[in-house]
């Protein structure tokens, strides 16, 4: 496994590997690697002739209040286990190489002003701006970003759509404990009462989309079945529970179309998010 | 030659073209064709394997009393003209192809603010999104720009640099008449004695050039013998002569390192602008 610190050298590098022909798989991370990662850091493998990982946290994404400075790192466990899923380079910029010059502003209008987004001013603009560096940069065929931040997929694909990027987003499902509960970092600080509870997050977002499959069209109505499921099952308070076309992320009166329903819950020591997007089947347009 | 309107198309095609190893120049244009632009396409063709042109009147550059409507056009000529210079691929995309999304806002915060750029608002943010969306169209290796619009390249120069593009810019020195006056579509409008004084203004600057190499090294004097030649031998009125280092194009008070005198000057139906780049000798470090 190759390792890279300096953007000349690695742009470099894979210019010339795309001249030759290969096709290069990225996946952005911020380190910290865990399961989720390393799917989409395997599936990459499958798909590609080269596969590269970036590491960097970003500073530009993180709120004045946020964890910039404290986020967890561990760079050589990180190269480990990078390795071991099939990487064949890791980019490890400094920030001071990242952010030499800051005369363009990026700023995203639109998918952000809703579910976790709405609470993070400047979040993604932060996150617009490294992944327009990160894509030019690597110059990949395929970005792999997993659906857990499901908003963060939505963003990013409008990016490519409205500038043009010749990458393919892959959007890679959440990766979830086998009773379904979404794998998070933050899962360890659930008491085993609650552990017990959290799984009715995805559940009640799979009865969910059974009852539209069976014919529920009105949002209001699934948001309550949820509402109702995770009051009575857990010992959750909700955050939200909300409903848009994805992956524009607009309200909807109708679950017709690409939609998705998200929710967030606050345990006692863990706040969860969850996600599922459902594409309704394509009505019959002729009626004999 | 080759023709698409369609972004996906003209992707795909230079996609495979590079992944064969063909090298690709860029030459964007708002078309209406001058030797300008040919000259920027002849260079292209003797240094790529592939040249692209693009003809685009981009809405996004043009301020709301600027004359988008008005701009002229003449895609038949202009086609006619871009074989001859050895143009391979032209890129016409209408104006809906180009915007069909826009939750991302990009907005230039250097390099903006002088010369020409101070009267134009949002000028150069609609520059960088169309140049931005362009080079990831075409992925040119080398994208060619005229020095006479010197601003213009700096603030490319800063995208390339902040955005990280994998494009080398290259920078093409004005095209000039034999005695020296930059060529321009406004020199039409020249009455026949302003044609015979307007050459004063590449003069100035290249006697200035001259007075720096033999030592001057005070903008302020260098800006007053500029004033006085026109104003002595030139009935144009002056609109601004200034000098910054360049490309940051920040205000400089030593005439050292790399730095542009440009001016702007009135005459009675046509603004003439011209500029300068000049690279200082390094001084002697050593003092023995």
């Known amino acids: 496994m190759k390792k890279y610190t300096s953007i000349s050298s690695i742009q ?19 380190g ?28 530009l994404q993180f709120g004045p209040n ?12 990180d190269a480990e286990l990078a390795r071991s899923a099939g990487v064949d380079v890791l980019f490890l910029p400094e ?10 502003k990026m700023h995203v209008t639109e998918r952000t002003q809703v579910l976790c987004g709405s609470k993070r001013e400047g979040h ?15 110059g990949p065929d395929n970005a792999y970003f997993g659906l857990k931040d499901a908003q963060q997929v ?3 694909e409008g990016l490519v759509n409205d500038l043009n990027f010749p990458v393919n987003i892959v959007r890679v499902p959440t990766v979830r404990e086998d009773d379904g509960l979404a794998k998070s970092s933050r899962n360890v600080y659930l008491s085993d009462s ?44 909700i ?5 848009y076309s994805y992956p524009e992320l607009t309200p909807i009166d109708q679950l017709q179309g690409e939609f998705i329903i998200a929710l967030a819950v606050k345990f006692n020591k863990a706040r969860l998010i969850d996600n599922i997007i459902i594409k309704a089947a394509q009505e019959e347009i002729h009626h004999v």
């Open 66 to 77: 946020e964890d910039f400075e404290s986020y967890p790192r561990n760079p050589e466990r």
């Open 95 to 104: 920030a001071d190489e990242m952010y030499s010059g800051s005369s363009i």
């Open 194 to 237: 609650e552990r017990i509870e959290a799984p009715v997050l995805n559940k009640s977002l799979k009865d969910a989309e059974r009852l539209i499959r069976e014919g529920e069209a009105d949002p209001g109505r699934i948001i309550s079945y949820i509402q109702n499921r995770i009051s009575a099952e857990t010992s959750g308070i």
């Open 239 to 243: 955050d939200y529970i909300e409903i």
């Open 154 to 156: 939505a963003v990013i």
């Open 12 to 30: 470099e590098f894979l210019v010339k590997e795309k001249r030759r022909g290969k096709t290069v798989g990225f996946v952005p991370t911020m």
């Open 32 to 59: 910290f690697l865990h399961e989720g990662h390393l799917t989409l850091a395997q599936q990459a493998r499958r798909e590609n002739d080269i596969v590269v990982m970036s590491i960097f946290v970003n500073p």
């Open 124 to 138: 993604f603009d932060g996150v617009v701006t490294v992944v327009s560096k990160l894509f030019n940069i690597v």
